[in-house]
Nanobody, 126 residues
Framework: QVQVVESGGGSVQAGEGLNLSCTISGVDVENCAMGWFRQDPGKERGGVAGLDRDGRFRYNDAVKGRFTISQDKSNNILYLQMINLKPEDTAMYYC????????????????????WGQGTQVTVAS
């Protein structure tokens, strides 16, 4: 059974940063695509950053230059480094993974992913 657990969320001031972590178990991440998503109450969940099994990545335009996705394959951990946070980045952040092959241009699509964590809240005050 695949388990996905996010951590690292919190409350910060605009301009500050946070580092999110996602620990994945029950699957070989060497053969997985993984991604970070976020959702505000009342809004649809949307892609933030994705990473395919070959190391190709994709970012939402709203976070390019501020967020960096990376992984530690040996420890099955996915990271999201966030700098220069803005109030509009406030959301619940979710980590997701799939063992299916995901084309690079689909890495930010919610429906491409099978296994999801419970989320970690990020709140950015102005």
């Amino acid at each position: 059974q695949v388990q996905v657990v996010e951590s690292g969320g919190g409350s910060v001031q605009a301009g500050e940063g946070l580092n999110l972590s996602c620990t994945i178990s029950g699957v070989d991440v060497e053969n997985c695509a993984m991604g970070w998503f976020r959702q505000d109450p009342g809004k649809e969940r949307g892609g933030v950053a994705g990473l395919d099994r070959d190391g190709r990545f994709r970012y939402n335009d709203a976070v390019k230059g501020r967020f960096t996705i990376s992984q530690d394959k040996s420890n099955n951990i996915l990271y999201l480094q966030m700098i220069n946070l803005k109030p509009e980045d406030t959301a619940m952040y979710y980590c997701a993974t799939t063992s299916a092959e995901v084309m690079e241009w689909l890495l930010l699509e919610v429906l491409e992913y099978e296994d999801w964590g419970q989320g970690t809240q990020v709140t950015v005050a102005s």
